[in-house]
Nanobody, 122 residues
Framework: VQLQASGGGLVQAGDSLRLSCAAS????????MGWFRQAPGKEREYVAG????????QYANSVKGRFTISKDNAKNTLYLQMNNLNAEDTAVYYC????????????????WGQGTQVTVSS
């Protein structure tokens, strides 16, 4: 599976942004997906996950209620809708695919995209 993340940019605090992750190479519907992020000087952290059918989702406490993960199997695309952004959300965001059950552990994922930068100015 090849993953291509896009949609990052520079926004102001309180703004919204939607990230996309286009998948190709294998049957997208068979994979659970996740979003991770890595801020400068910090370790990569889990943001959200979604199972292959798209009905089960999970979020990190820091984004719960503000971010929404979704998956369009017909378009082979994963999304992350981010609302009410703040400076702490500034990071490079990565999408990842898991042949098993997606969970907060990065080792659960088999394929990774290249990352897209999100910068939130306060």
């Amino acid at each position: 599976v090849q993953l291509q993340a896009s949609g990052g940019g520079l926004v102001q605090a309180g703004d919204s942004l939607r990230l996309s992750c286009a998948a190709s190479g294998r049957t997208f519907t068979n994979y659970g997906m996740g979003w991770f992020r890595q801020a400068p000087g910090k370790e990569r952290e889990y943001v959200a996950g979604i199972r292959w059918g798209g009905r089960w989702t999970q979020y990190a406490n820091s984004v719960k209620g503000r971010f929404t993960i979704s998956k369009d199997n017909a378009k082979n695309t994963l999304y992350l809708q981010m609302n009410n952004l703040n400076a702490e959300d500034t990071a490079v965001y990565y999408c990842a695919a898991s042949a098993g059950i997606p969970d907060p552990r990065s080792e659960s994922y088999d394929y990774w995209g290249q990352g897209t930068q999100v910068t939130v100015s306060s």
